[in-house]
């Protein structure tokens, strides 16, 4: 099993055609991707990706979405804490920032997350009903 950086998954899933690298790169990505008998996925690697997505190529969060699903329907492929990454991500495609839905998602056995300054977070967690709640501490 070979275990694959941020960088190997944006080069797969984003087409960057005006990068003379990534033009070099994206055909090794796939070989990887497509190629290698079995490939592990960090959790940390799909969190900075989805960075990578948003960020540098200003992309939604439904582009995000289907990378992810793909990702995850790949039979060769092991994302570490899948479950939780899936959790994540619906919570993500339906408003909540990535990074919070997997802070969430990872903790859903405790009895509540708390927060001291992130109130977008514990308000979106209330519309969505999580259970945990998100609380504000103080």
Same mark, same amino acid.
């Given at each position: &099993?070979?275990?694959?950086?941020?960088?190997?998954?944006?080069?797969?899933?984003?087409? @960057? %055609?005006?990068?003379?690298?990534?033009? $070099?790169?994206? %055909?090794?990505?796939? $070989?990887?991707?497509?190629?290698?008998?079995?490939? !592990? +996925? %960090?959790?940390? +690697? +799909?969190?900075?990706?989805?960075?990578?997505?948003?960020? !540098?190529?200003?992309?939604? %969060?439904?582009? !995000?979405?289907?990378?992810?699903?793909?990702?995850?329907? &790949?039979?060769? +492929?092991?994302?570490?804490?899948?479950?939780?990454? $899936?959790?994540?991500?619906?919570?993500?495609?339906?408003?909540? @920032? !990535?990074?919070?839905?997997?802070?969430?998602?990872?903790?859903? @056995?405790?009895?509540?997350?708390?927060?001291?300054?992130?109130?977008?977070?514990?308000? $979106?967690?209330?519309?969505?009903?999580?259970?945990?709640?998100?609380?504000?501490?103080?």
């Amino acid at each position: &099993m070979i275990a694959v950086d941020t960088n190997i998954l944006a080069r797969f899933y984003c087409d @960057d %055609p005006a990068d003379p690298q990534a033009k $070099r790169q994206r %055909p090794v990505a796939r $070989r990887v991707m497509v190629e290698s008998p079995s490939v !592990f +996925v %960090p959790m940390t +690697v +799909v969190l900075e990706f989805e960075w990578v997505m948003r960020g !540098f190529y200003g992309l939604p %969060p439904a582009e !995000f979405g289907r990378a992810v699903e793909h990702l995850l329907g &790949m039979s060769h +492929v092991t994302v570490e804490r899948w479950e939780a990454v $899936r959790d994540a991500l619906a919570l993500h495609l339906q408003g909540l @920032d !990535f990074a919070d839905a997997l802070h969430w998602a990872c903790s859903a @056995d405790c009895e509540r997350m708390v927060t001291f300054d992130d109130r977008g977070f514990a308000r $979106r967690a209330r519309r969505l009903m999580l259970t945990p709640e998100v609380t504000l501490a103080g």
